[in-house]
């Protein structure tokens, strides 16, 4: 006789609660762990992208046309296939390619540079009016970078974000597929794998759970520091 829906998805009783949550801390890890590098990287390289386009000349055309194709690699090659291709590398700068750690360099590579982007896009959104009078007034590079610059494209910035890391989060499910731990490696290795589709659908929640909150926090802080 076949199994009854509770007996084969509502079954919690096949659940062990020690490997859930290292489950989720492994996630959570990695997903913070890699956004902190994402952000610092990301908003270097978006000013660098930024700063090199807003005056074009030969160099700085050349520069940033280098910058792009570096930054468009590493975006568009998809997650996966960019994580076994840096294996060696991965080895090389944390000593494993299995475990939370061993997903963090593939993640950084694959995300900064789409946070580049959106920086960028954020930076040339603000209002030149306010950017030639910053100028006008004396302010340095650094004073127009921090006092200008940031705070007026802070929303834009918060929204890039935000939008990153829940990429990032479906990230982690995928290298957990291959190795790297977490609920993505739980839903698949403990769940699918065993037939054990129970663990499958609450990893699946939880990370919709996980996702929900990244979202309503950035929504949050986006209206916040909107000054429209």
């Given at each position: 006789?076949?199994?009854?829906?509770?007996?084969?998805?509502?079954?919690?009783?096949?659940?062990?609660?020690?490997?859930?949550?290292?489950?989720?801390?492994?996630?959570?890890?990695?997903?913070?762990?890699?956004?902190?590098?994402?952000?610092?990287?990301?908003?270097?390289?978006?000013?660098?992208?930024?700063?090199?386009?807003?005056?074009?000349?030969?160099?700085?055309?050349?520069?940033?046309?280098?910058?792009?194709?570096?930054?468009?690699?590493?975006?568009?090659?998809?997650?996966?296939?960019?994580?076994?291709l840096i294996i060696p590398f991965?080895?090389?700068?944390?000593?494993?390619?299995?475990?939370?750690?061993?997903?963090?360099?593939?993640?950084?590579?694959?995300?900064?540079?789409?946070?580049?982007?959106?920086?960028?896009?954020?930076?040339?959104?603000?209002?030149?009016?306010?950017?030639?009078?910053?100028?006008?007034?004396?302010?340095?590079?650094?004073?127009?970078?921090?006092?200008?610059?940031?705070?007026?494209?802070?929303?834009?910035?918060?929204?890039?974000?935000?939008?990153?890391?829940?990429?990032?989060?479906?990230?982690?499910?995928?290298?957990?597929?291959?190795?790297?731990?977490?609920?993505?490696?739980?839903?698949?290795?403990?769940?699918?794998?065993?037939?054990?589709y129970t663990v499958t659908l609450?990893?699946?929640?939880?990370?919709?759970?996980?996702?929900?909150?990244?979202?309503?926090?950035?929504?949050?802080?986006?209206?916040?520091?909107?000054?429209?």
């Amino acid at each position: 006789m076949d199994k009854s829906f509770s007996e084969t998805y509502l079954n919690f009783e096949q659940i062990d609660t020690e490997t859930l949550r290292q489950a989720i801390f492994d996630t959570l890890f990695m997903t913070i762990a890699s956004m902190i590098l994402v952000f610092v990287i990301g908003l270097l390289l978006g000013l660098a992208l930024y700063t090199l386009g807003r005056k074009k000349n030969g160099v700085r055309s050349l520069l940033y046309g280098v910058v792009s194709i570096i930054g468009n690699i590493f975006r568009s090659t998809p997650f996966m296939i960019l994580m076994v291709l840096i294996i060696p590398f991965t080895k090389l700068l944390v000593g494993t390619m299995l475990g939370a750690k061993a997903a963090i360099p593939a993640l950084v590579l694959s995300a900064a540079p789409f946070y580049a982007r959106l920086v960028e896009i954020a930076f040339r959104e603000v209002d030149s009016g306010v950017l030639e009078a910053a100028d006008s007034m004396g302010a340095s590079y650094l004073e127009v970078i921090y006092k200008v610059l940031i705070p007026e494209s802070l929303p834009a910035l918060i929204s890039g974000i935000t939008v990153t890391t829940i990429t990032m989060i479906g990230f982690t499910a995928m290298a957990g597929a291959i190795g790297a731990g977490g609920l993505g490696a739980l839903a698949w290795q403990e769940g699918y794998q065993r037939g054990n589709y129970t663990v499958t659908l609450l990893a699946t929640v939880i990370i919709l759970i996980i996702v929900f909150i990244v979202q309503g926090v950035g929504d949050f802080l986006t209206k916040k520091t909107d000054k429209r």
